[in-house]
Structures are given as structure tokens and as C-alpha cells.
Nanobody
Framework: QLQLVESGGGLVQPGGSLRLSCAASGFSSDYFAIGWFRQAPGKEREGVSCISSKGGSTDYIDSVKGRFTISRDNAKNTVYLQMNSLKPEDTAVYYC??????????????????WSQGTQVTVSS
């Protein structure tokens, strides 16, 4: 059974950077697309970015385009989310999860499974 464990969250000042990692075990992660999601207090969980199983296709929501970069190293069974130029509105608990493809990462989050435990990202001065 696929298990995802993430790391890399923390407190950063506006304009700073963080890199989140999502490590897979129990199954080879290159069978799955991996999405990154976040949930801010009082808000619904939203898709942020997604990468296809082989890494050939990526997608981002408009609010993070040009600032966040998703990548994967299938040899290490790990997917990354590099977050630059962070803003206070990026503050949230971030999760990674797996699906067959990325088509639902924005509007059909229910397609995703094997959710990670979540890591807090706080952007504040």
C-alpha cells in the first residue's frame, strides 16, 4: 500500500523560500501522479500543483504560477514542491496525495488517496 510522508514545512518571512518533500513507500511512486494541496484555517482544502507519474507534465493554480515548482525524482520515490517568493496568503497546512492522473487535482480532490500527514507552512514577518 502506498504511503506518503512529507517534510520541509516551517516558518518563513514573506519573500522567502521553502522546499517540501513527499517521500513514497510501499509502492513505486512512478505509477502515480502526485498532487500538492493546502488547507488554510477556515477554508476548504485546495489543489496547488500536480505532476504526472513520469514527470512529463506539471500544472499549477494561478496564484502560485511562477513562484512554485513541482518536480519528482522517481529513483528516490520523492516529489518536491519548491516554493519561492512566499506570501502570507500561502500560509496553510500542506499535503501530498496520489492519483492515476492530475485531471482532478483542482475540482475533484476526492480522486486522490494515500494522503500525507500534513506539514505547516507559515509565512509571517
Amino acid at each position: 500500500q502506498l504511503q506518503l510522508v512529507e517534510s520541509g514545512g516551517g516558518l518563513v518571512q514573506p519573500g522567502g523560500s521553502l522546499r517540501l518533500s513527499c517521500a513514497a513507500s510501499g509502492f513505486s511512486s512512478d505509477y502515480f501522479a502526485i498532487g500538492w494541496f493546502r488547507q488554510a484555517p477556515g477554508k476548504e482544502r485546495e489543489g496547488v500543483s500536480c505532476i504526472s507519474s513520469k514527470g512529463g507534465s506539471t500544472d499549477y493554480i494561478d496564484s502560485v504560477k511562477g513562484r512554485f515548482t513541482i518536480s519528482r525524482d522517481n529513483a528516490k520515490n520523492t516529489v518536491y514542491l519548491q516554493m519561492n517568493s512566499l506570501k502570507p496568503e500561502d500560509t496553510a497546512v500542506y499535503y501530498c496525495a496520489a492519483a492515476g492522473d492530475c485531471s482532478g487535482y483542482v475540482h475533484r480532490i476526492i480522486d486522490f488517496a494515500s494522503w500525507s500527514q500534513g506539514t505547516q507552512v507559515t509565512v509571517s514577518s
